[in-house]
């Protein structure tokens, strides 16, 4: 079992900037993946970024050139960096961990979410 814990939400005005982390722990022994999801009220749970284990990232097209996905393995966490934020974007965001649970099976876990609300 892993558990993940976000931390960072709150409050930003438009055009700010806000800095997301998940800490993953428990039975951690082969984590591939981790990303960013996010959920605005009356829409899908939509893929924001998500980071390999060798560091290449990829970004929902909403989001491509405005966030920064990382992570530092040493700590099992990884960072969103979420800049020129706007109101639309309030939403609850996700972390998601990829742990391989087999040659060729991985598992997903998923942190609680945590609220971002950009308003004025």
Same mark, same amino acid.
């Given at each position: 079992?892993?558990?993940?814990?976000? =931390?960072? /939400?709150? @409050? %930003?005005?438009?055009?700010?900037?806000?800095?997301?982390?998940?800490?993953?722990?428990?039975?951690?022994?082969?984590?591939?993946?981790?990303?960013?999801?996010?959920?605005?009220?009356?829409?899908e749970r939509d893929l924001v970024a998500v980071i390999t284990s060798g560091g290449t990232? =990829?970004? /929902?097209? @909403? %989001?491509?050139?405005?966030?920064?996905?990382?992570?530092?393995?040493?700590?099992?966490?990884?960072?969103?960096?979420?800049?020129?934020?706007?109101?639309?974007?309030?939403?609850?965001?996700?972390?998601?961990?990829?742990?391989?649970?087999?040659?060729?099976?991985?598992?997903?876990?998923? /942190?609680?979410?945590?609220?971002?609300?950009?308003?004025?």
């Amino acid at each position: 079992q892993v558990q993940l814990v976000e =931390s960072g /939400g709150g @409050s %930003v005005q438009p055009g700010g900037s806000l800095r997301l982390s998940c800490q993953a722990s428990g039975n951690i022994f082969s984590i591939n993946n981790m990303g960013w999801y996010r959920q605005i009220p009356g829409q899908e749970r939509d893929l924001v970024a998500v980071i390999t284990s060798g560091g290449t990232t =990829s970004y /929902g097209d @909403s %989001v491509e050139g405005r966030f920064i996905i990382s992570r530092d393995n040493a700590k099992n966490t990884v960072y969103l960096e979420m800049n020129s934020l706007a109101a639309e974007e309030t939403a609850v965001y996700y972390c998601n961990v990829a742990q391989g649970c087999g040659p060729i099976k991985e598992y997903d876990y998923w /942190g609680q979410g945590i609220q971002v609300t950009v308003s004025s």
